[in-house]
Protein backbone atom coordinates (compact mmCIF):
# COMPACT_ATOMS: atom_id res chain seq x y z
CA UNK A 1 0.00 0.00 0.00
CA UNK A 2 1.09 3.51 -0.50
CA UNK A 3 1.28 5.76 2.56
CA UNK A 4 0.17 9.66 1.99
CA UNK A 5 1.52 11.55 4.41
CA UNK A 6 0.49 15.56 4.97
CA UNK A 7 2.15 18.91 6.57
CA UNK A 8 1.54 20.06 8.35
CA UNK A 9 -1.66 18.96 10.00
CA UNK A 10 -2.67 22.46 11.16
CA UNK A 11 -1.44 25.65 9.68
CA UNK A 12 -2.35 28.75 11.10
CA UNK A 13 -2.21 32.06 8.68
CA UNK A 14 -3.80 35.73 7.72
CA UNK A 15 -5.47 36.73 4.99
CA UNK A 16 -2.66 37.33 2.11
CA UNK A 17 -0.43 34.99 3.70
CA UNK A 18 1.69 32.44 1.03
CA UNK A 19 0.71 29.10 2.32
CA UNK A 20 2.23 26.01 1.08
CA UNK A 21 1.55 22.56 2.49
CA UNK A 22 3.16 19.28 1.72
CA UNK A 23 2.27 15.56 0.71
CA UNK A 24 4.65 13.01 0.58
CA UNK A 25 3.88 9.75 -0.41
CA UNK A 26 6.03 6.07 0.54
CA UNK A 27 6.18 5.41 -3.67
CA UNK A 28 6.75 7.25 -6.55
CA UNK A 29 3.11 7.97 -8.06
CA UNK A 30 4.80 10.33 -11.33
CA UNK A 31 2.43 13.08 -10.92
CA UNK A 32 -1.17 10.64 -10.16
CA UNK A 33 -2.43 13.20 -7.54
CA UNK A 34 -5.43 15.70 -6.79
CA UNK A 35 -5.94 17.93 -3.89
CA UNK A 36 -9.65 18.72 -2.34
CA UNK A 37 -10.70 21.57 -0.31
CA UNK A 38 -13.52 20.66 2.68
CA UNK A 39 -15.32 22.90 4.59
CA UNK A 40 -17.03 22.31 7.67
CA UNK A 41 -20.39 19.82 7.00
CA UNK A 42 -19.38 19.98 3.10
CA UNK A 43 -18.21 17.79 0.48
CA UNK A 44 -14.58 17.67 -0.78
CA UNK A 45 -14.26 20.06 -3.98
CA UNK A 46 -11.48 19.55 -6.46
CA UNK A 47 -8.97 22.05 -7.11
CA UNK A 48 -5.78 20.21 -8.93
CA UNK A 49 -5.73 17.16 -10.48
CA UNK A 50 -2.45 15.51 -11.87
CA UNK A 51 -0.27 17.52 -9.47
CA UNK A 52 -0.52 20.67 -10.93
CA UNK A 53 -3.80 21.19 -13.39
CA UNK A 54 -6.00 23.32 -12.09
CA UNK A 55 -9.76 22.35 -12.27
CA UNK A 56 -12.09 24.74 -14.00
CA UNK A 57 -13.58 27.49 -12.07
CA UNK A 58 -11.25 27.33 -8.99
CA UNK A 59 -8.98 30.98 -8.42
CA UNK A 60 -5.81 31.13 -10.06
CA UNK A 61 -4.66 31.24 -6.61
CA UNK A 62 -4.40 27.73 -5.91
CA UNK A 63 -1.19 26.36 -7.74
CA UNK A 64 0.27 22.51 -7.10
CA UNK A 65 3.70 21.26 -8.15
CA UNK A 66 6.06 18.41 -7.58
CA UNK A 67 6.00 14.40 -9.20
CA UNK A 68 7.64 11.15 -7.89
CA UNK A 69 6.69 11.05 -4.09
CA UNK A 70 6.62 14.85 -3.23
CA UNK A 71 3.67 17.32 -3.92
CA UNK A 72 2.99 21.08 -2.90
CA UNK A 73 -0.49 22.90 -2.87
CA UNK A 74 0.09 26.57 -2.42
CA UNK A 75 -2.08 29.44 -1.72
CA UNK A 76 -0.53 32.18 -2.92
CA UNK A 77 -2.90 34.81 -1.58
CA UNK A 78 -4.75 33.58 1.21
CA UNK A 79 -8.23 34.54 1.06
CA UNK A 80 -11.11 34.33 4.09
CA UNK A 81 -13.18 31.63 1.73
CA UNK A 82 -9.96 29.58 1.57
CA UNK A 83 -10.11 28.95 5.39
CA UNK A 84 -10.77 24.70 5.41
CA UNK A 85 -8.99 21.09 5.49
CA UNK A 86 -7.19 20.31 2.37
CA UNK A 87 -6.40 16.49 1.37
CA UNK A 88 -4.56 15.03 -1.33
CA UNK A 89 -5.06 12.04 -3.15
CA UNK A 90 -3.08 9.32 -4.65
CA UNK A 91 -4.82 7.72 -7.40
CA UNK A 92 -2.66 4.01 -7.46
CA UNK A 93 -4.32 3.22 -4.75
CA UNK A 94 -6.82 6.24 -3.83
CA UNK A 95 -5.46 6.95 -0.65
CA UNK A 96 -6.11 9.74 0.52
CA UNK A 97 -3.91 12.09 3.10
CA UNK A 98 -4.83 12.60 6.63
CA UNK A 99 -5.44 16.33 5.90
CA UNK A 100 -4.36 19.70 6.85
CA UNK A 101 -6.61 22.40 8.45
CA UNK A 102 -5.90 25.90 7.64
CA UNK A 103 -6.88 28.44 10.33
CA UNK A 104 -7.08 31.89 10.61
CA UNK A 105 -3.72 33.47 13.12
CA UNK B 1 -26.50 19.05 -15.35
CA UNK B 2 -25.65 16.00 -13.59
CA UNK B 3 -26.64 16.03 -9.90
CA UNK B 4 -25.86 13.39 -7.01
CA UNK B 5 -28.73 12.71 -4.46
CA UNK B 6 -27.82 10.26 -1.22
CA UNK B 7 -30.60 8.18 0.77
CA UNK B 8 -30.22 6.06 2.86
CA UNK B 9 -30.88 4.93 7.23
CA UNK B 10 -28.72 7.17 8.98
CA UNK B 11 -28.61 4.40 12.07
CA UNK B 12 -27.41 0.73 11.54
CA UNK B 13 -27.04 -1.71 14.52
CA UNK B 14 -24.09 -3.53 14.90
CA UNK B 15 -23.56 -6.80 12.94
CA UNK B 16 -25.76 -5.31 10.32
CA UNK B 17 -25.61 -4.11 6.80
CA UNK B 18 -25.35 -0.58 6.33
CA UNK B 19 -27.00 0.53 2.37
CA UNK B 20 -27.13 3.45 0.70
CA UNK B 21 -28.05 4.54 -2.86
CA UNK B 22 -26.91 7.46 -5.00
CA UNK B 23 -29.20 8.78 -7.67
CA UNK B 24 -27.79 10.41 -10.88
CA UNK B 25 -29.86 12.86 -12.01
CA UNK B 26 -29.18 15.24 -15.17
CA UNK B 27 -27.12 12.54 -16.75
CA UNK B 28 -26.76 8.80 -16.99
CA UNK B 29 -24.22 6.15 -15.43
CA UNK B 30 -23.20 4.71 -19.11
CA UNK B 31 -19.07 5.76 -19.07
CA UNK B 32 -18.74 7.08 -15.70
CA UNK B 33 -17.72 5.92 -12.81
CA UNK B 34 -19.05 6.28 -9.26
CA UNK B 35 -17.37 6.25 -6.32
CA UNK B 36 -18.43 5.90 -2.38
CA UNK B 37 -15.94 7.94 0.23
CA UNK B 38 -16.58 8.07 3.72
CA UNK B 39 -15.22 10.42 6.31
CA UNK B 40 -15.11 9.02 10.17
CA UNK B 41 -15.87 12.27 12.59
CA UNK B 42 -13.25 14.56 13.11
CA UNK B 43 -10.61 11.88 10.53
CA UNK B 44 -9.67 11.98 7.40
CA UNK B 45 -11.55 10.68 4.26
CA UNK B 46 -11.06 7.21 3.31
CA UNK B 47 -11.73 5.99 -0.64
CA UNK B 48 -14.28 2.65 -0.68
CA UNK B 49 -14.35 1.55 -3.75
CA UNK B 50 -16.15 2.39 -7.00
CA UNK B 51 -18.15 0.92 -9.90
CA UNK B 52 -17.59 1.39 -13.44
CA UNK B 53 -20.60 1.13 -16.11
CA UNK B 54 -19.61 -1.85 -17.50
CA UNK B 55 -20.10 -3.41 -14.19
CA UNK B 56 -16.62 -3.79 -13.01
CA UNK B 57 -15.00 -2.82 -9.56
CA UNK B 58 -12.27 -1.93 -7.47
CA UNK B 59 -12.71 -2.05 -3.70
CA UNK B 60 -10.46 -0.69 -0.60
CA UNK B 61 -8.68 -3.71 0.29
CA UNK B 62 -9.30 -3.22 4.10
CA UNK B 63 -13.12 -3.26 3.29
CA UNK B 64 -13.17 -5.87 0.80
CA UNK B 65 -14.50 -8.69 2.21
CA UNK B 66 -17.61 -6.60 3.42
CA UNK B 67 -18.46 -4.29 0.40
CA UNK B 68 -20.49 -4.49 -2.60
CA UNK B 69 -20.91 -1.54 -4.71
CA UNK B 70 -23.53 -1.90 -7.68
CA UNK B 71 -25.80 0.19 -10.03
CA UNK B 72 -29.11 -0.17 -11.08
CA UNK B 73 -28.97 1.60 -14.88
CA UNK B 74 -32.81 1.31 -15.62
CA UNK B 75 -32.89 3.55 -11.49
CA UNK B 76 -30.13 5.90 -12.51
CA UNK B 77 -28.99 4.67 -9.06
CA UNK B 78 -25.63 3.26 -7.44
CA UNK B 79 -25.46 1.84 -4.40
CA UNK B 80 -23.14 0.83 -1.17
CA UNK B 81 -23.48 -2.38 1.02
CA UNK B 82 -21.24 -2.79 3.89
CA UNK B 83 -21.80 -6.10 5.73
CA UNK B 84 -21.08 -6.60 9.37
CA UNK B 85 -20.80 -3.25 10.78
CA UNK B 86 -19.15 -1.75 13.93
CA UNK B 87 -18.92 1.12 15.46
CA UNK B 88 -15.63 2.01 13.12
CA UNK B 89 -18.23 2.39 10.64
CA UNK B 90 -19.59 5.39 11.82
CA UNK B 91 -19.03 7.88 9.52
CA UNK B 92 -20.21 10.40 6.76
CA UNK B 93 -20.93 8.71 3.17
CA UNK B 94 -20.44 10.16 0.21
CA UNK B 95 -21.29 9.33 -3.62
CA UNK B 96 -18.61 10.93 -5.74
CA UNK B 97 -18.46 11.01 -9.72
CA UNK B 98 -15.31 9.64 -11.19
CA UNK B 99 -12.73 7.47 -9.97
CA UNK B 100 -9.84 10.27 -9.59
CA UNK B 101 -10.71 13.61 -10.32
CA UNK B 102 -13.81 13.36 -8.17
CA UNK B 103 -15.32 16.63 -9.25
CA UNK B 104 -19.43 16.42 -8.43
CA UNK B 105 -20.34 14.55 -5.16
CA UNK B 106 -23.30 13.80 -3.26
CA UNK B 107 -24.49 15.73 -0.09
CA UNK B 108 -23.33 13.47 2.18
CA UNK B 109 -25.34 11.24 4.57
CA UNK B 110 -24.31 10.52 8.01
CA UNK B 111 -24.72 7.08 9.54
CA UNK B 112 -24.59 5.94 12.60
CA UNK B 113 -23.99 2.29 13.92
CA UNK B 114 -25.48 1.98 17.24
CA UNK B 115 -27.67 -0.66 19.07
Known amino acids: DIQVTQSPSTLSASVGDRVTITCRTSQSINRWLAWYQQKPGKAPKLLIYDASNLESGVPSRFSGSGSGTEFTLTISSLQPDDFATYYCQEYNNYSFGGGTKVEIK | ?115
Open chain 2, 1 to 115: QMQLQQSGPGLVKPSEALSLNCSVSGGSLKGNYLTWIRQPPGKALEWIGYFYYTGSTNYNPSLRSRVTISADTSKSQFSLRLNSVTAADTAVYYCARGRVLLNLWGQGTTVTVSS
